[in-house]
T-cell receptor, first 108, second 114 residues
Framework: GDSVTQMEGPVTLSEEAFLTINCTYT??????LFWYVQYPGEGLQLLLK?????DKGSNKGFEATYRKETTSFHLEKGSVQVSDSAVYFC???????FGTGTRLTIIP | GAGVSQSPSNKVTEKGKDVELRCDPI?????LYWYRQSLGQGLEFLIY????????KSGLPSDRFSAERTGGSVSTLTIQRTQQEDSAVYLC????????????FGDGTRLSIL
């Protein structure tokens, strides 16, 4: 069945640092891939998505590229802000299979 | 509001009692999903509705769990004879029923079993 392996957290970075959160998946075919984010005290919300190989999803300065050859969808941001502190979840398909989540804390 | 609405936001009940959790999806969204978020298990899929039918119930953990959806809109998740391991945040999401469509999540119901 489907599975998602996500970078273990927590991750603590200084403001303006470069961020990478790794995500790899196991699935048949070409599943849609998503990053969801959960800010403190808020519900889950979509951050970005990609629906086919080599697609790049982007939003709020975050990017992730659908790499079929490495079955990966790593999340990146060039310069993080304190407001990016949240828990990030990688997920796939319509019936979402989630990774375990990565808690990110940005220190001013 | 235009978002997914869940009620109650918090529920505390005694072991062995039945509970009903409600989800009001975004108008026009034909797909509805229930998930469970718990410390030990992360985010788990429970059930998917397409309209009023549930083609995928594979995530329901036991026969104590059931869900229904009426009028292609509101859904209720029922847990009978609750156990302490049922304590979790139960999340509902809705979307248009097409591949690649993002799901919109409610704020969840935090269920605590004493």
């Amino acid at each position: 069945g489907d599975s998602v392996t996500q970078m273990e957290g927590p991750v603590t970075l200084s403001e303006e640092a470069f961020l990478t959160i790794n995500c790899t998946y196991t699935a048949t075919g070409y599943p849609s891939l998503f990053w969801y984010v959960q800010y403190p005290g808020e519900g889950l919300q979509l951050l970005l998505k990609a629906t086919k190989a080599d697609d790049k999803g982007s939003n709020k300065g975050f990017e992730a590229t659908y790499r079929k050859e490495t079955t990966s969808f790593h999340l990146e941001k060039g310069s993080v802000q304190v407001s990016d502190s949240a828990v990030y979840f990688c997920a796939l398909r319509k019936k979402l299979t989630f990774g375990t989540g990565t808690r990110l804390t940005i220190i001013p | 509001g235009a978002g997914v609405s869940q009620s109650p936001s918090n529920k505390v009940t005694e072991k062995g009692k039945d509970v009903e959790l409600r989800c009001d999806p975004i108008s026009g969204h034909t797909a509805l999903y229930w998930y469970r978020q718990s410390l030990g298990q992360g985010l788990e899929f429970l059930i998917y509705f397409q309209g009023n039918s549930a083609p995928d119930k594979s995530g329901l953990p036991s026969d104590r769990f059931s869900a229904e959806r009426t009028g292609g809109s509101v859904s209720t998740l029922t847990i009978q004879r609750t156990q302490q391991e049922d304590s979790a945040v139960y999340l509902c999401a809705s979307s248009f029923d097409r591949v690649g469509q993002p799901q919109h999540f409610g704020d969840g119901t935090r269920l605590s079993i004493l």
